[in-house]
């Protein structure tokens, strides 16, 4: 999917593409059979050509050929089983991210599906609830095959959660926020080469659920949105352009403990939070815009909310003041601390990202860890970027940043957390119910594929 003509940040020819498109939401996925215990889903991998550039046609990689892919609704500790058959021409592997998954499900980087076959993901969903999603892990190649469109939502809930008065049905969306750059054709560009490699790839269009600076016209009332950054490399600070507060309810592993408010909240590569956003104090018939403040040009605004002058009946929902308690592990209560240093190498092809310098290696362990053992790891960054940390399994607390305590918006559940420059970050977990062999990295996706990964294997 290369080509020759990169059109740059911002300099779509002739088309108008900001909030020109209203928001597409992705469909929910209909289980092909239900029994007493479980859902089942098919899903296939395959190429499609979308209309995403006005006048173009782009060919994709899509679950079911959907950019994003179609969301699944799953509940607390009802089991789901995902067929995935592969109709691409190449390996793939899916992984369900943030999900508490037996290993043989986790879609291991070396778990492939080659083209033609299909395999069977057990999610036995026995977490918290919160937005997951599942995305393509192929070693070596993740960035690409998510960059061509495998990726699309999980979601966990349970009988608390639904009975909070939070906004639901059309009222809660989901906004998965991705950067791609367009060929002149229409068709993808994406590098992993030179600095792409360095710095990740990261696109000159964002879109929001595969539209390019959609519209959504909203009631004046309160909305639930579960913003995904699925983008390859790309941070976003995002903001409203009215300055109004945005109330984040929940980080990757679920509600926090409280609401907090905030003027602008940071999302790394993988992370999700779920906030709400009350437009009954915007202006009637005003549009305002979702920023992204680490942006330039097209890269700054990300969707537009146009506030309609009246709403469908009452606006029941509140946020509660208390959301689910989220219990903070002592340090104290673990039994082992790892130390991983992130670090840079010149390589042969270019420069590779390693942990403890030891580029990814499938048939290495880098830490054994024993059922039910609570440890802390800690990140040391020697670099001078950003390394978002994923860790598959279970979900971390952040224990500090620098010595510092995360701010109340990281006090809860994370499977992904941003290391900064030069930062030392210390998280703490616990490692519940299953065994087996699991990977850990940097979800700057160029990163992974080269090579800052590594594997733990729980016994
Ligand atoms: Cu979202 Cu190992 O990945
Ligand atoms: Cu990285």
Redesign the pocket.
Known sequence: MGGAAVILPGTLKGQTTSFSKPLAIPTVLTPTAVDATTDYYNISMEAATKEIVPGLNTTIWGYNGSFPGPTIRAKHNRRVVVRQTNNLSVNTSVHLHGGHTPATSDGHPTDLISPGSFKEYTYPNNQLPTTLWYHDHAMDFTGRNVYNGLAGLYIITDDFEDALPLPKGRYEIPLVIQDRTFNADGSLFYSNTGMTRIN?FQGGQVLTNGVIQPYLYVERRKYRFRILNGSN?RKYELALSNNQQIIQIGSDGGLLSAPVSLSSIQLSPAERVDVVIDFAETGRGTNIVLRNLLGTGSTSEVIEFRVMPWRYGKDNSKIPSILRQVDRIPPTSASVTRDFT?NVTGGMGGPV?SFNNLPFDPARIDANPQINATEIWVFRNL?Q?????HIHDIFWQILDINGNPPSASDMGWKDTFL?PPLATVRVIGKFTDNTGDYVF????L???DFA?MGQFRVS
């Open positions: 990740g490399a992130l990202f670099t970027m950003d390394h978002p940390i290391v990295h940097c979800h700057i160029e990163h992974e800052i």
